[in-house]
C-alpha cells in the first residue's frame, strides 16, 4: 500500500512538473514575440525620423535655437544676400568689352570726329563708356582738361560700383558676433539653472548648451555664405576698375593721336 502511495505521489510530481514546462514554453515565447514587436516598433520610429528632410531637420534646429538670436540671424542673412545679389546682377551689367569699345572709339574719331566718338559712347552701357564720354567731353578744351575729366569721373564710378558692399560686409561682421552673444547667454541661463538646482544635474544644463551652440553654428554658417559673395563682388569690382584704368590710358593716347593729326 506504501508502494503504491508512493508511485502515485511520484506520478503526480511528474505530471505537475510536465504541466509547469508546458506553461513555461509560451510564456518564453510571449516573451520574445513582445521583445521582437517593441524592436520593430523602435526600428519604425528610427526609419521614420531618418526619412525626414533635411529642410525638417534644419527647421528642427532652428526652432531648438531660439526666435531671439536666431531670427536676427537670419534677418542679416536675407539682407546681406539681397544686397549680395543686387551687387552682382549691377556689376555684371556693367563689365563692358573694353577691346571692342576702344576699337569702335576709335574709328569713329578717324571717320567722324568727336561727335561721331561720343554718340559710340552713348549707345554702350558701362562705366567705361561713361568714361569715355566724359573724357570726349572735354577733347576740344585741351588733353590735360579730358584727363582730368577721366580721373574724376572715374571716382564716381568706382562709387557707384562699391555702393552697398560695405553692409554686406557688416552683415558678414555681424551675424557670428549674434551668434557668439547667444552663445553666451545660453551658457549664463545653463550656469542660472545649475544656481538654482544647487546640483551639477546633466539635464539642468543640457537645453542652454544646445541653444548656444546651434546659434554659433547657424551664425558661421551665414557668414560663411555671405563671405563668398563679398569675395566675388571685390573681384568684380577690381577686374572692372582695372578695365576702367586700362581704358582710360587708351583714350587719351587716342586723343593725343587725333590732335596731332589735325
Not at 510571449?30 to 533635411?54: C, F, G, H, K, P
Not at 539653472?193 to 551639477?200: F, H, L, N, S
Not at 571685390?234 to 587719351?252: F, G, P, Q, R
Amino acid at each position: 500500500m506504501k508502494k503504491l502511495f508512493s508511485i502515485m505521489a511520484i506520478a503526480a510530481l511528474v505530471f505537475a512538473g510536465s504541466l509547469t514546462a508546458n506553461a513555461a514554453v509560451p510564456t518564453t515565447s510571449t516573451s520574445l514575440l513582445a521583445a521582437s514587436t517593441v524592436t520593430l516598433v523602435q526600428d519604425d520610429i528610427a526609419q521614420e525620423v531618418d526619412n525626414r528632410t533635411w529642410h525638417q531637420k534644419l527647421k528642427e534646429r532652428f526652432i531648438q535655437g531660439g526666435p531671439g538670436f536666431m531670427g536676427i540671424v537670419l534677418v542679416c542673412l536675407i539682407l546681406g544676400l539681397a544686397m549680395a545679389i543686387e551687387r552682382i546682377i549691377f556689376l555684371n551689367l556693367s563689365t563692358t568689352d573694353t577691346q571692342k569699345l576702344a576699337e569702335g572709339v576709335e574709328e569713329a574719331l578717324k571717320s567722324g570726329g568727336v561727335e561721331a566718338a561720343k554718340e559710340v559712347c552713348r549707345n554702350t552701357k558701362g562705366p567705361v563708356a561713361s568714361i569715355y564720354y566724359q573724357g570726349l567731353e572735354r577733347a576740344d578744351e585741351s588733353i590735360e582738361a579730358a584727363e582730368k575729366a577721366v580721373v574724376a569721373y572715374g571716382g564716381v564710378q568706382m562709387g557707384q560700383l562699391e555702393k552697398n558692399v560695405s553692409w554686406v560686409s557688416l552683415f558678414i561682421a555681424l551675424a557670428p558676433m549674434l551668434g557668439f552673444m547667444g552663445t553666451v547667454i545660453g551658457m549664463i541661463t545653463a550656469f542660472d539653472k545649475i544656481e538654482a538646482a544647487g546640483d551639477m544635474n546633466p539635464s539642468l544644463v543640457a537645453g542652454g548648451i544646445k541653444v548656444a551652440l546651434l546659434t554659433t553654428v547657424f551664425g558661421l554658417v551665414v557668414a560663411i555664405i555671405l563671405q563668398i559673395f563679398y569675395n566675388y563682388i571685390i573681384a568684380k569690382i577690381d577686374s572692372i576698375v582695372n578695365s576702367m584704368e586700362d581704358a582710360s590710358i587708351t583714350l587719351i593716347d587716342m586723343l593725343i593721336d587725333y590732335k596731332n593729326k589735325k
